[in-house]
């Protein structure tokens, strides 16, 4: 593992934060960094100011421990095929990767030493499933998430850190309607929330949302706003404030710049979705929440660039056409990572 010094290649987009603070204006821009690897990122997970961790294709993944100054990347022995598209990481040394496909193809691995070993913790052996995504409320419980497999969508869960995984029963899981899925684009169609909260979002056939309160043992289902139909349509990302307070992001990967039907707002837990006005920038990936100094701002990316709110997703303002495929946020920093093994860190300044 080799460590790369990194220049701060710092990319002023000058993002003007201005609504909902007051008046005030809020400064803030993304810090691209040197990764150290040229592979495809579409995983990330912020654990604090400091550490961090990102996946991406040919087994690849990458840490920092030092606020993004240096990255460390590798690649999981035997696993140069596989295409990470999730990471989930609690401290430096222990860390989740989720890898997507057909069949063996999907599979979790877990490192407790910082990625010097990494233990093979699930290997799909269904044919039919197609895993795209992990949540953890906790280093010891988290939940999976495959496409549908005879009508219904395929979720295990875990309970001792991996160690075993078990399949939810198909009758708590309400029946996928026809040509749905989910989005293994970012790491973050599903997401988890307090200690038994969790969230689901699809697309393709229809773009909804399944909410758990129990662990995800049972599941309820709401239709959304977003924009659906076609395979390449839907929400490809979902995230939550707190236990009310949500955003759904998302749209059409073939038309990038339509700025359609591709977000919405929950404040009653993902019972209901509100639709507000589109993303300017049009079809977004990844949404994450960062908490300022007097607002909650959150921040959609996208190939095509990022989109920023300061009043909880109610309306946005556009910044920047430099892509990236996921964000994840610590609360005060986020990061996030695209094409090429491009990383960049985001810093919200404080209103002056």
Known sequence: MKSYLNEC???????????????????AQWSEQVSGTKARLRGVSAVNDKIAW?????????KTIDGGATWQA??????????????????ANTAYLLSIGEGEKSRIYKTTNGGRDWQLQFQNRNPQAFFDAMAFWDAKHGIALSDPVNGRFLIIRTDDGGTTWKEVPSGNIPPAISGEA????????????????????????????????????TWQVATTPITSGPNTSGIFSISFKDAKNGVIVGGDYTKESEARDNVAVT???????????????GFRSGVAYLRGAKAATVVAV?????????????????????GYHAISSTGSI??????????????????K
Do not use: H
């Open 9 to 27: 290649l710092k990319i002023s987009f000058a993002l003007l934060l201005t609504a909902g603070v007051g008046g005030q204006i809020v400064m």
């Open 54 to 62: 990102a996946s991406g294709a040919q087994g690849t993944y990458l």
């Open 74 to 91: 590798a690649t999981v022995p035997g696993a140069e095929t596989l295409d990470f598209r999730d990471v989930e990481a609690f401290d």
């Open 182 to 217: 989910a989005f293994a684009a970012s790491g973050t169609c599903i997401t988890v929330q307090g200690r038994s909260n969790a969230w689901i979002a699809t697309g393709g056939g229809a773009a909804r949302v399944f909410r758990s309160t129990d662990g995800g043992n």
């Open 267 to 281: 404040t009653d837990g993902g019972r209901t979705w509100n639709p507000i006005k589109s993303l300017p920038g």
């Open 302 to 322: 996208g190939p095509s660039g990022t989109d920023y709110s300061l009043n909880n997703g109610e309306t946005w303002t556009g910044q920047g056409t430099t």
């Open 334 to 351: 986020g990061w996030a990572v695209g094409e090429g093994g491009r990383i960049a860190k985001y810093v919200p300044e404080a209103p």
